[in-house]
């Protein structure tokens, strides 16, 4: 259930394809739904008012949009190891009533019922509650030496601080990073003469997981190639640092960072701002740091260089393990005592291609220790494995990529083939045209969908609506671009002209080019003013934010004349009076804002 301005509505999944049967149920993606009012006089086909429709416009969007996955019987939020630890405490009780809470993607839409079935103690509602996750899900069979085997890949994309590539950045004051991805990569060993059956002999799970960089940090978008890279020194940056990383050892253990940020250019402010952070305050002793030069390391597409960085973690990897529980043995034969968290800038290209590598090598030595593989075997020895590997990893290279900045990951060529080529070169620049294009004009949207469904943004008392549809920028602001496509339409159209005079044409064509290049000049001044910004949680504070820290630039914002734009010398006023009454550090990034 989601509540929007005239109405609440009930959402039900009414379409689903199968992708595949796991532990002996079905693991179905949602593929069609019936959003449902009930309020009788607002329709859905014809709402009542622009606002309204805007807002299911948003639902919409985000429901046919995303990968959402669900099983009637196995709970898909947790990883293996986690179920089995828990498994007596868990007999008897719902799904939904045992869901790992970051992954239980509708937990806010099923608020509602849940509160129902809590507060009732003769109203149980939890057939209705079904949790759904954002993710991947793949499995696929194989037989290698003799031995069927089902090799699964799964990835659970967290509900906190989720949105867009350059929208949601960094950490909150929770702790919660954006961009939180748990990939489980498992093998299920089938008894020998039972191929198709749902009894496995031995279950193996390796779990790696990927956040936002934990600092208060953010990209401003200004219609440039490269956005102004943002750094915020907020008090409580340690302490949310802390908090998440705190976090993560609790649940995965020993955790190891693999940082491949470059160590020059653009990204390095915001790598030297974490390598200080962790190396020179934070000090856990169950966190270890990692850095890997991946660009300088793998350039050339020399790509194999990736197991370099492999050879630096093997006595992490090691030392962490693996889950593999034995069907015929009361405990498992070991457990994963730890993780490795990879990151880049955007969590997508670098950090997928070293995923997949560290997946690969523990899978090679997964099937070695079963007796699967001997000593000097591995994977890529069978072409039917190998194949289905690299195509498992590219396809959730690439869902993870749409979900996160629109267009499928970069470098794919690499992990669907284990070579760089150029044709993957053209693929790539073509994909990071259509990535501008999109996180420029069009993302703004998709992050109101993300604070819409996952609750981070809810209906308020003195919210006005009409800021959704209404554009409040000044009239030259808003003017330019027509003038700009006016005027090269006019230059097209003058090509076309009768050559009665060319002294007369010149000075046609000199009008019409002098135009484009104030409106273009005037765009590029002003780029912030035409990117797609969010607006049930406008990320003004960020924007303008002039506290200590770090930026790269300031561009995109005008010339700072109040007269040229009112609207923003009024929100800096109100910017400024708001950080007088409030200390540095409570300034949110992307939280819930709240109006007095």
């Not at 943004?457 to 009239?475: E, F, I, K, N």
């Not at 561009?555 to 734009?565: Q, T, W």
Request: proline content about 4%; glycine content about 6%; some cysteine.
């Amino acid at each position: 259930m989601v509540t929007l301005v005239m109405s609440e509505y009930i959402i039900i999944i009414t379409g689903r394809e199968l992708r595949g049967r796991f532990m002996g149920h079905n693991v179905y993606r949602a593929t069609d739904y019936d959003i449902l009012p009930l309020n009788p006089d607002v329709s859905v086909q014809t709402p009542p008012s622009a606002v309204e429709s805007h807002l299911l416009a948003l639902v919409r969007s985000h429901l046919y949009g995303g990968y959402f996955l669900y099983s009637y019987g196995w709970d898909l939020t947790r990883r293996l190891q986690a179920q089995w630890q828990t498994l007596d405490d868990d007999a008897g009780k719902a799904l939904w009533e045992v869901a790992d809470d970051r992954f239980f993607w509708n937990r806010f839409l099923q608020t509602r019922l849940i509160d129902v079935t809590y507060s009732s103690g003769d109203q149980n509602l939890s057939p209705y509650i079904l949790p759904v996750i954002y993710g991947t899900f793949d499995i696929r069979p194989a037989r290698v030496n003799g031995h069927h085997i089902r090799l699964c890949l799964m990835s659970r994309r967290s509900r906190y601080r989720a949105g867009t590539r350059y929208f949601r950045r960094g950490i909150d004051h929770e702790g919660h990073v954006a961009n939180f991805v748990e990939t489980e990569q498992m093998v299920l060993v089938d008894e020998p003469s039972q191929d198709s059956s749902d009894e496995v002999n031995a279950q193996l799970s390796f779990v790696q997981i990927r956040g936002s960089i934990p600092l208060f940090w953010a990209e401003i978008n200004t219609l440039r190639y490269k956005p102004d890279l943002q750094i915020m020194s907020l008090q409580d940056t340690l302490d949310a640092a802390k908090k998440h990383f705190e976090e993560q050892v609790s649940t995965y253990g020993e955790t190891s960072l693999v940082s491949l940020v470059n160590h020059q250019g653009y990204e390095k402010p915001v790598k030297d701002a974490y390598e200080q952070t962790i190396r020179e305050q934070l000090n856990l002793s169950q966190v270890r740091y990692q850095y890997f030069d991946f660009h300088s390391e793998c350039k050339h597409m020399r790509w194999d260089r990736i197991s370099v960085l492999i050879e630096q973690l093997e006595e992490d990897l090691k030392r962490q393990g693996y889950f593999h529980l034995d069907s015929r043995k009361p405990e498992p034969v070991q457990l994963q005592k730890g993780t490795i968290r990879t990151n880049c800038m955007d969590n997508l290209d670098r950090t997928n291609v070293a995923q997949a590598a560290l997946a690969k090598w523990t899978l090679n030595r997964q099937l070695r220790e079963l007796g699967i593989l001997n000593e000097h075997e591995a994977i890529d020895s069978y072409e039917e494995l190998i194949r289905d590997f690299r195509e498992m990893w590219s396809d959730h290279a690439n869902e993870i990529s749409i979900a996160y900045s629109g267009t499928g990951a970069l470098k794919t060529d690499f992990t669907r083939t284990g070579k760089r080529t150029k044709l993957g070169l053209l693929e790539d620049g073509y994909k990071s045209i259509m990535r501008y294009l999109k996180n420029n004009f069009f993302d703004g949207a998709r992050q109101d969908a993300f604070d819409l469904m996952t609750g981070t943004w809810t209906p308020r008392r003195g919210w006005s609506p009409q800021t959704l549809v209404s554009d409040r920028r000044p009239l030259a602001t808003r003017a330019m671009p027509y003038v700009l496509w006016f005027s090269i339409f006019m230059i097209f159209a003058g090509l076309t002209l009768p050559r009665t005079s060319d002294y007369s044409l010149f000075y046609y064509f000199l009008l019409w080019f002098i135009l484009v290049a104030i409106s273009l000049a005037f765009i590029v001044i002003h780029g912030i003013e035409y990117v797609n910004w969010p607006r049930l949680l406008p990320l003004s504070d960020i924007v303008h934010y002039d506290g200590p820290g770090f930026r790269s630039g300031r561009h995109g914002i005008g010339f700072g004349i109040p007269s040229l734009d009112p609207a923003r010398a009024n929100e800096k006023a109100f910017l400024n009076h708001k950080r007088a009454g409030s200390k540095l550090g409570q300034i949110e990034m992307g939280e819930k804002h709240r109006i007095d």
